[in-house]
Structures are given as structure tokens and as C-alpha cells.
């Protein structure tokens, strides 16, 4: 499986981006997907979790009421709009596809990585 995210970018704070994660090889509907984060001189952090059928969602704290996660399985797509985005959100982005169906918070649960995209947040 390839992950491919796209969409990131320079923007205000307060401002709006909607991530996507383009899988190519295989099929990820039958398994979790998740978006994570690095900045510079942190450690990767979860963002947002979903299960394969998209019923259900998980968040990390700093994100839940802004972030919104969702998937296309027709498209085998992933995606994260993030809303009233703040500076402390700037990092590289990454999304994944987990071992399993369900979502998970545990970067250690997952499989394939793609490459990320950079989120710039700034006036």
C-alpha cells in the first residue's frame, strides 16, 4: 500500500485546510486509518483516528471540536479538514493505515505510513 497526503499549506490562524491521503496498491477499506503529526524538534503525535467503515472516530485532545476525520472507501481516500487552525498546529502531517478496523491512538498500531505534508499556521 502507498499513502500519499496532499493538501497542506501556508495559513492564517483561524484559518481552514482539508487534508487527503490518496491510497494507491491496495484497497484500505477494510482497516483503520489515522493522521499524526510532527513538528520541528517534537516527537510524532496522533491527530485523529477512523474506523474501516467510518463509524467511529478518535481525537486527540488538542484537535477534537476543530479537526474532523472522514474517508471515501469508493475513492480509497482519507481525509482531515481542520478548522480555526492555530500556530501550534504547524507540523508536517502524516496519514496511516492501522493492522486493524478500529481507530487507534498508538503510532506503534500501524503499518504503512505516507509521506507527509507540511501545515504552516501564521500570520
Known amino acids: 500500500v502507498q499513502l500519499q497526503a496532499s493538501g497542506g499549506g501556508l495559513v492564517q490562524p483561524g484559518g481552514s485546510l482539508r487534508l487527503s491521503c490518496a491510497a494507491s496498491?491496495?484497497?484500505?477499506?477494510?482497516?483503520?486509518m489515522g493522521w499524526f503529526r510532527q513538528a520541528p524538534g517534537k516527537e510524532r503525535e496522533f491527530v485523529a483516528s477512523?474506523?474501516?467503515?467510518?463509524?467511529?472516530?478518535s481525537y486527540a485532545d488538542s484537535v477534537k471540536g476543530r479537526f474532523t476525520i472522514s474517508r471515501d472507501n469508493a475513492k480509497n481516500a482519507l481525509y482531515l479538514q481542520m478548522n480555526t487552525l492555530k500556530p501550534e498546529d504547524t507540523a508536517v502531517y502524516f496519514c496511516?493505515?492501522?493492522?486493524?478496523?478500529?481507530?487507534?491512538?498508538?503510532?506503534?498500531?500501524?503499518?504503512?505510513w505516507g509521506r507527509g505534508t507540511q501545515v504552516t499556521v501564521s500570520s
Open positions: 496498491g491496495r484497497t484500505v477499506s477494510s482497516y483503520g
Open positions: 496511516a493505515r492501522r493492522g486493524g478496523s478500529w481507530p487507534s491512538g498508538t503510532s506503534n498500531d500501524y503499518d504503512y
Open positions: 477512523i474506523s474501516n467503515n467510518g463509524g467511529s472516530t
